[in-house]
């Protein structure tokens, strides 16, 4: 709804932006229905390079993690993202879930890789200027080392 004239707008993708989406970006249209998990786990392992050996299914890093279409596409844009270089700023009420999306974005993408890629700022009153900088400087190492595995680094500011 277009808010400053009132009117419905209907939106009409063209097929060779969604052929784009598809096939270029790999991004994954489906219809608003139930996708199977393990359908969305096989489209996000392929949109992060991970290589499913002959004969096994990619499995999901974390089995507390519920996997929707939804929270693939969040994913997949976080990580487009970053493939661009640009930061990213989650927000949503306490409790929502956006530190387990990240943190199962980051074991995804370090998928059967011994690599440390996710770091965490408890910010709170106490959260001092050497404490960001620590943390920053232990994500940097690691991220010298990631970077040889294709594997992004995250520094998460949580509340």
Do not use: W
């Not at 808010?3 to 970006?25: P, R, W």
């Not at 844009?77 to 199962?104: A, D, N, S, Y």
């Not at 959260?127 to 970077?147: G, P, Q, S, W």
């Amino acid at each position: 709804v277009d808010s400053s004239a009132g009117k419905k707008i209907n939106i009409v993708t063209k097929q060779e932006v969604i052929s784009f989406l598809e096939n270029q970006a790999n991004v994954p249209i489906y219809p608003l229905r139930e996708v199977p998990e393990t359908a969305l786990v096989r489209k996000l392992a392929s949109f992060v390079g991970i290589k499913k050996e002959e004969g096994k299914e990619v499995e999901k890093p974390d089995d507390t993690y519920v996997l929707t279409n939804d929270n693939l596409i969040k994913i997949m844009g976080i990580q487009m993202r970053f493939r661009c270089r640009i930061p990213v700023v989650l927000m949503g009420e306490t409790g929502c879930g956006k530190t387990h999306l990240i943190r199962f974005m980051c074991k995804f993408a370090a998928y059967g890789k011994k690599l440390k890629n996710m770091f965490i700022v408890k910010v709170h009153g106490g959260t001092t200027e050497e404490d960001v900088i620590k943390c920053l400087h232990e994500a940097i190492d690691a991220a010298m080392i990631n970077r040889l595995e294709r594997v992004e680094t995250v520094v998460f500011f949580d509340e």
